[in-house]
C-alpha cells in the first residue's frame, strides 16, 4: 500500500488539506451527512436547514485555494525523471483532487493503477473524480474495480452510496452501500457517517 502522506504531507496542499477533510454534502431527502472522501481523515457532519430539495442536485466541495504551480511543475518534473514513481503520481492527483481540478487528476491516478493496478484506495478515488466530472457510469465501474480489490474496504462502499444516491437516484442501493460500511468497518469514521446517512433516508424513505 503506498504511503499517501509521504511526500503529500509536505508544502502548502497538505497543510491546508490535512485538517480539513473534503466534506461532501450529500443530500438524502431530509438530510446531509459529511463523509470522508480521504481514507483516515476525521468526519465532519453537516447539515442544512432547506433539506427537501437538496437531494435534486449533485453534492459539492467546499472552495479551496488554487495548486501551487511550482510546486506542481516540480512534481510532474520528478514523475517524467522517475517512470515508476507511483507515490509522487499520487500525490499529484492528490493535489489537483483537492484543488476540484478533477479531469487534472484523473491521468495521474490512472498512471498509479496502470503501475500497481491493486491501489485500492487511488481506484476509488479515481471514481470519486470520474463521477463529479459527471461520467457516473464510469465511476460506479471503478468502483466494481475497487471492491474486486477489496471487497471490504469502507471509503469504496461510504462513496459508492453517495454516487448511487445522486448519479442513479438510487436509494435502496445508496442505503444497501451504507449498510456495508457498517458491516466491514464497525466503529470507524466512515461507519459513523454511514449511519448519518441511514438515519436520515430510513425517516423518510
Not at 478515488?125 to 477489496?150: C, G, H, K, P, V
Request: proline letters at 7%; charged letters at 25%; one cysteine or more.
Amino acid at each position: 500500500m503506498i504511503d499517501e502522506s509521504a511526500e503529500s504531507n509536505t508544502g502548502t496542499v497538505m497543510t491546508r488539506i490535512e485538517p480539513l477533510p473534503l466534506v461532501v454534502s450529500l443530500g438524502v431527502a431530509c438530510g446531509l451527512m459529511g463523509w470522508v472522501v480521504w481514507s483516515q481523515r476525521p468526519v465532519e457532519p453537516v447539515s442544512v436547514a432547506d433539506v427537501s430539495s437538496s437531494v435534486e442536485s449533485a453534492p459539492t466541495v467546499p472552495a479551496v485555494p488554487p495548486v501551487d504551480e511550482t510546486r506542481a511543475a516540480e512534481m510532474r518534473q520528478t514523475a517524467e525523471q522517475s517512470p515508476a514513481d507511483t507515490q509522487v503520481r499520487v500525490d499529484l492527483g492528490n493535489l489537483y483532487f483537492y484543488a476540484q481540478r478533477f479531469e487534472e487528476a484523473l491521468p495521474w491516478y490512472e498512471a498509479v493503477l496502470e503501475l500497481e493496478p491493486d491501489e485500492v484506495d487511488v481506484s476509488t478515488d479515481l471514481a470519486l473524480a470520474y463521477y463529479y466530472l459527471e461520467d457516473t457510469e464510469r465511476a460506479l465501474a471503478q468502483f466494481d474495480r475497487s471492491l474486486e480489490i477489496d471487497p471490504a474496504h469502507p471509503k469504496t462502499f461510504l462513496s459508492l452510496g453517495m454516487v448511487r444516491a445522486f448519479g442513479n437516484r438510487d436509494l435502496d442501493g445508496a442505503m444497501a452501500a451504507w449498510e456495508e460500511v457498517l458491516r466491514v468497518a464497525p466503529g470507524s469514521a466512515e461507519a459513523l457517517a454511514a449511519t448519518e446517512a441511514l438515519e436520515s433516508l430510513r425517516a423518510v424513505h
